[in-house]
């Protein structure tokens, strides 16, 4: 029976790849969520932003996986309002994926991003 054949080791640089490139974000985000039958706005501030998601400073105990609602206005904006997912969380950071984004806004956002400065 032949061995099985070990898998190469990923460099850091390749765990670490991202579908979309984050840039620095500071301005405040309002995280909904609903809990124990009623809704709860949460205070936070915007780390980081890509074309697909938001990482947020948050001072709250949530779990990878909820699905919650993201109040902001970047500048320059009206209001945004959009759903989102928990896909990451170390300690009060907050990675949530967008779920509502509209092509308008999309391309909006992109627009915006290419102001600002990298994060990686």
Request: net charge positive; charged share 25%.
């Amino acid at each position: 029976m032949p061995a099985s054949t070990p898998k190469s080791a990923t460099s850091q640089a390749e765990r670490r790849r991202r579908r979309h490139p984050r840039f620095r974000g500071d301005f405040s985000v309002t995280v909904t969520i609903l809990l124990a039958n009623q809704y709860q706005n949460l205070e936070g501030h915007c780390r980081d932003l890509s074309e697909a998601g938001i990482g947020v400073l948050l001072a709250a105990e949530l779990n990878v996986g909820e699905v919650v609602d993201l109040t902001f206005a970047l500048p320059g904006s009206a209001t945004w309002e959009l759903r989102g997912v928990l896909r990451f969380r170390r300690s009060y950071h907050y990675g949530f994926e967008f779920l509502s984004l509209t092509v308008e806004r999309q391309q909006w956002l992109k627009k915006y991003l290419a102001t600002l400065k990298p994060v990686d």
